[in-house]
């Protein structure tokens, strides 16, 4: 009996989400684009740290995040952050580019960035400013 692999092992397990994980704060520290969403972080050692704690679980691999800290709770843990639509974009671009970077097939990416970005999308907690055409 065979179950098919999960994200977890598909992107190389505790090794290849650590490489992920580094590689999207990376981005997030050095792209222009993100500027607006690197400014949140206080702490970048610390977020790479439950990133990477989270996705684990997230991916089907060890719940690590619940384990520590219980249930995620992961909106209202965003509340303290202004998260619109502008910020949701750029935490996916920092992760789509991160999932390219570190050489994941683009079938893959397009997998796990679909599902990320329901996740990033229900951050959200600004109403957006309507448009300049009404
Ligand atoms: C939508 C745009 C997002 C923005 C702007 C954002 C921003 C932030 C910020 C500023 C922090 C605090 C970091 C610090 O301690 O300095 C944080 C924490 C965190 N974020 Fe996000 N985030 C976003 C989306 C996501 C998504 C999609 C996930 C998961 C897939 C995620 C997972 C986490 C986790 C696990 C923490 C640690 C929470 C805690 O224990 O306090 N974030 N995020």
Redesign the pocket.
């Known amino acids: 009996m065979s179950e098919a692999p999960n994200f977890y092992e598909l992107v190389g397990g505790e090794a290849g989400l650590h490489r992920l994980v580094d590689r999207f704060y990376e981005v997030m520290d050095s792209e222009p684009r993100a500027a607006g969403?690197r400014a949140?972080?206080?702490?970048?050692p610390?977020?790479n740290q439950?990133?990477f704690?989270?996705?684990s679980g997230?991916m089907g691999g060890p719940q690590l995040?619940v384990e520590k800290?219980g249930h995620?709770r992961?909106r209202a843990?965003?509340l303290p952050?202004p998260?619109g639509e502008s910020?949701?974009d750029?935490?996916i671009f920092c992760m789509i580019r991160a999932m390219h970077d570190v050489g994941i097939e683009e079938p893959l990416m397009v997998q796990i960035g679909n599902q990320?970005w329901g996740?990033?999308d229900f951050?959200?907690n600004q109403p957006e400013a309507p448009s300049a055409q009404g």
């Open positions: 969403i949140m972080h206080t702490n970048l610390r977020a439950k990133l704690e989270f996705l997230w995040f800290y995620p992961l843990r965003h952050f998260i910020e949701r750029q935490w990320l996740v990033a951050m959200r």
